[in-house]
């Protein structure tokens, strides 16, 4: 960050410019598709069954209704449409390899082209968010690119460019997102995608361009709002890193009150007039700072830059006021994330997590919004993260699997002319899938707990060292105004 931070203060104090270490994160921009295919009308009676089932989000039930008639052979000359209907409804209850075969034996026909490539491309985010990600680079390059819509192309070279980020091929990632050249939403979010990505690789001034250039493209949509926020933080960012103080300030003032990025530019704004030793507009900032909640980790540090900066205005006694309370903060959060950590060791808190998740639906995990509960706000940070995001969507896959069990389970007794000793076969089958999946979806849990749990630990290490941080400065203050007594 920039050096003016560190201007004037004692060699021994903590650094301003340290303070700025959760604003330099850069993240790719994604966006999941949702693939909606239209049908139009069908002769088939049993294919307009099969939309209404569709329609109704019967997904299990139309998979069922296609299955039995394909074996009766009854859709003729609409068997294509009845095998892409397969496959789209397999997607849609979350069963992507069994979509894949199905795609697979379609025939290559310009007329289906597209369809097929909408449902190659949404298998392939299916197994992005899952964490198979050479399986998604297979099912993006069973898309034809000459035979669908441009847009649908721009969506193929978004995920592309994520899964190679994903895979730390950062040169590939860029040739993909070189490839998208329009502004339409999908074009807006990889030209993001590309300006950060090149800041990542060091090229910030072709990074720096694209981005200014982005900008004015974002119209006044949630989505594009949130995208703008997201460009100017980083430009304020790396205005910060270059010592540009006017320009950080520009950028960082730019953020929308309401952004979800508001809480890391005021700690931006704030460090730009550290920076240009305006210390008393810097601490005005964090001041309004300090009084959001405590669970952000820019908040925690802006308790740290108040006295700091108050030591750097020569004024000891408000800088170890401000240390006390900092510290009273840091105590405070300290044992809220061990009693946070004792539910998620617990089970309680997962099970909790897991369950409102899975209850709210997909719309829910492509969001990558929290459920509002407190202590879920420990938590943003690993919820928006990839290896997050596969574990639980693993783990619900598991859960609607063994629903799907149940549900045969349960239909099994209701064939007519099968036997008893049939019908307790099957069932037992079932019994005995069902209990592995009991059993890895157990495991999983235990996963996500332990990436929970290593989320809170980081967290509390955090808390501790600005704690120690916090306490050798109170110590530096005190020796300080001693000596300053003692003079006098």
Known sequence: ??????????????RLAALCGACCLIMAHTVDADISIHWGANDSPYLREVQLDMALDQHFSAIGHLLAERKRGTFGAEQ?????????NYLKYGMHHEAAAVLETLPEDRHLARRVGELWLELANMRFQRGYLEEAHAALAKINDDKIRYALLEQKYNLGALIYLQQDQPAEALKKLLSIRSNSDWGLIGKFNLGTTLIQRGDTKTGRNILEALIPDLYDGPEMLALRDRAYFTLGNLDLQHQDIAGARKN?????????????ALLGLGLSYAAASAYQDAISLWQELVKHDASDPAVLEALVAIPLSFTELGDHRQSIDNYQHALQIF?????????????VEDGSLINTLL?????????????????ALPEFQYLRDLYASHPFQVAINNYRDLRMLEH?????????????????????????????????????????????AKLATAELAKRKLQIIVYTKQALFAM???????????TLK
């Open 1 to 14: 960050m920039s050096a003016g931070c560190n201007r004037r203060a004692p060699d021994n104090a903590p």
């Open 80 to 88: 294509t449409t009845a095998e892409l209907m397969l496959a789209y």
């Open 252 to 264: 960082f003032q730019a953020v929308r009150l309401e952004s979800p990025y508001t809480n890391n």
């Open 331 to 343: 105590r405070d959060e300290i044992r809220h994330i061990d009693f946070i950590t004792a539910a």
């Open 355 to 371: 369950q409102q998740l899975i209850t709210r639906g997909d719309a829910t995990l492509r969001s990558n919004t929290l459920p």
């Open 404 to 448: 799907r069990l149940q549900q045969w389970a349960s239909n099994i007794y209701k064939i007519p002319d099968m036997s008893r000793t049939f019908k307790k076969v099957y069932v037992d089958q079932i019994a005995a899938q069902q209990s592995t999946l009991v059993a890895t979806a157990e495991e999983l849990k235990q996963h996500i």
């Open 475 to 485: 110590a530096q203050n005190y020796d300080t105004s001693s000596v300053k007594a």
